[in-house]
Structures are given as C-alpha cells and as structure tokens.
C-alpha cells in the first residue's frame, strides 16, 4: 500500500497536476523513441518528468534504471559484494594500498564484541578510554547501513563505557571537518562528493559527479533523507547553476542553498583534481567490482575516501549531472541489456 501511496506521490501526481506537460501525441512519440532505444518499460520518462516542455532535448539518453541493475549483477561479482557491504573492510582494504581513507577507531559487531582499527578484541572499559582521549566528536554509523539511517555523533568526552556496550554492528570513526568552501555552503554536515566509476579492462573512466548538500538539521547529507545533489564539472570542479532533491522529497530545484544562501553557479570545489585522482585510485584498487559510486570528502588538507556503493542507484547522479546513455559506461550498459 505504502509503495502505491509513494508512486502517486513521486510520479503519477506531479504527472498529473503539471500544466507545463507536453502535448500528448508528443509524449506519446516521446516514449516510442525510448523503447526504440531501450527496449524497456520506460518508467523513467516519469521518474525524471521528460515529459515536461522544459526537458532536455537529449532526453532519450535518460538511461532506464533496471538496465544499470541488470548490468551490474553481471559484472560486479557477487562473491565481493560484501567488500562494499562492509564499511571496515573497504576502509582497510584501500587504506592498505596507501588510499587515504578516514580513520576506524574501533567497531563493534552484531554480538557486542568491540575490535580496534586492526581488528584485535578490546574490552568496553579501554576503548571507552581510548575515545575519550582522542577527543573531539565521534561519528558513528551501522557497518552495512545504507542512505544514512542509523548515522550520529558524539563528541568524545560524553563517551563511557556503558555506552560502548550498548552498541552493535557500528563503526567508530572521527568526524571529518568541510574545508571552509564547503562549509560555506551547510556547516551543520560533512558535505561529500559522490563519484561514479567505471572499471573495464584495467582502465578507470569517471561518469558523473555531484555534490551532496544536507538542509536544516539534517545529521546527514544522504539525499534519501532529503539532501540537494549539484552536479559537477568534471573539468572543473565548478557547481552546477542549481541543484535538486529526489522525487520522494518533492524534487525541488535550488539555485541557492535555502539555510545560508549561497549560490551554487559560485562554488568551484577545492581539490578537484586530486579528488579525482583519489576517486580513480579508490576504484582499481576495488577491482573487480565494474560500476561504484564513491563517497569523498574534501577536507581542508584534501580530499579523504569516506565509503564505497556497489549498488548506487542511477536516478540520482542523472538528476544532478543530467542523462547517461551516451558516456562509455551508458553504451556498455545498453549493449548488454540488448544483447539480453
């Protein structure tokens, strides 16, 4: 019932109320070019509302979701998924290759046992310590969580062992810091930059990246829980004009952001380059998983690797950083699906 309730109110609602749709025999023609194309259902002419007069003109390049769905069950071996599933796991497989990853302090697992960063067993009573003398705020977040859920902070000092005890399956690590560009924009969060990879043949192409941008008192900048994503110039690193939310959470469009006003055509991140560099070396060094989405925070010494997605939708990168279906990874992507 829910998900009913949640299509009406994210594609069939806004379908139907918009007085800026496309003539009918339009959208009609429009949607036979994109079976044509895809041979798919092509519920993403609503999910993306190509149906309005204000669409691209590329619109046909909009890929289908199930396609970057069916094609990664083909290529990123399900045998690893649970390298990407793990969060200390990629964290220490990368860092072990001289990727710069944000630290693990301690985790602990789903039967309460408490392990530092190597993976040694430690009572409650020493990591409590151990926390309280790192100092600073703690952030904390499930081992396998996904969109955000379950993410918070502490600052250290308030840390005991009782509290450790209370925990299960969450790492412990510390909270990056924004580099002043970025915290220009929302200070409340760590704003990160997700990065879409595709790994073929040894050689790393970078797809599309976008900025996430929490509002309000959001604890996260996941845009399931209602973050802005801006696209980004890969040449550049310059910010997109504006910046979107995802259907669910009304898929507004912000020039600006709406807490502190700055304008996102003004932003152009710091560290871009060694951003992409680090995006680059992050995905070889998580072969052979094909198509990633990796999480990065630019900090003010550069850019740190935050988490890796091996099931990052495709929804949302086309959103910010417009359609896929002409970049070597969308060809590929179509290839194998009509070759199904």
């Not at 609602?13 to 429009?30: E, F, I, V």
Request: glycine residues 8%.
């Amino acid at each position: 019932m829910n998900s009913y309730l949640e299509f009406f109110q994210t594609e069939l609602g806004p379908y139907l109320g918009s007085r800026t749709r496309k003539p009918l025999r339009q959208q009609l023609q429009d949607i036979r070019m994109l079976w044509a194309r895809y041979r798919s259902i092509p519920y993403h002419y609503f999910k993306h509302r190509l149906y309005e007069r204000t669409a691209r003109p590329d619109f046909v390049d909009y890929l289908p979701a199930n396609l970057i769905r069916y094609f990664r069950r083909s290529c990123n071996p399900p045998s690893l998924l649970h390298i990407l599933n793990d969060k200390r796991e990629t964290v220490r497989i990368l860092a072990g290759k001289g990727i710069r990853c944000v630290d693990t302090l301690f985790s602990i697992t789903a039967d309460g046992i408490v392990r530092r960063d190597d993976g040694a067993p430690v009572e409650a009573d020493a990591a409590a310590d151990a926390l309280r003398n790192h100092g600073g705020v703690l952030f904390m977040k499930p081992i396998d969580s996904r969109g955000g859920f379950g993410a918070s902070s502490i600052a250290s000092d308030r840390v005991d062992a009782a509290l450790i005890r209370s925990m299960r399956n969450v790492v412990i690590q510390p909270a990056l810091r924004n580099h002043p560009v970025l915290e220009a924009l929302h200070p409340v969060t760590l704003n990160t930059v997700r990065v879409c990879t595709f790994l073929e043949q040894g050689r790393c192409s970078i797809i599309a990246a976008f900025l996430r941008v929490a509002r309000g008192s959001a604890m996260v900048d996941n845009l399931s829980q209602g973050a802005i994503a801006i696209g980004i110039d890969l040449a550049s690193g310059a910010l997109n004009e504006s910046g979107i939310t995802l259907a669910k959470h009304g898929r507004r469009i912000f020039p600006v952001h709406p807490d502190t006003g700055v304008q996102f055509a003004a932003v152009r991140l710091p560290w871009w380059r060694e951003t992409l560099e680090l995006a680059e070396h992050a995905a070889l060094g998580l072969a052979p998983h094909s198509t990633l989405g990796l999480d990065i925070a630019i900090t003010p010494e550069g850019p740190v690797f935050v988490e890796a997605n091996g099931a990052g939708d495709i929804v949302s990168p086309q959103e910010a950083c417009g359609p896929l279906g002409s970049t070597r990874l969308g060809r590929r992507v179509i290839a194998h699906w009509l070759r199904k």
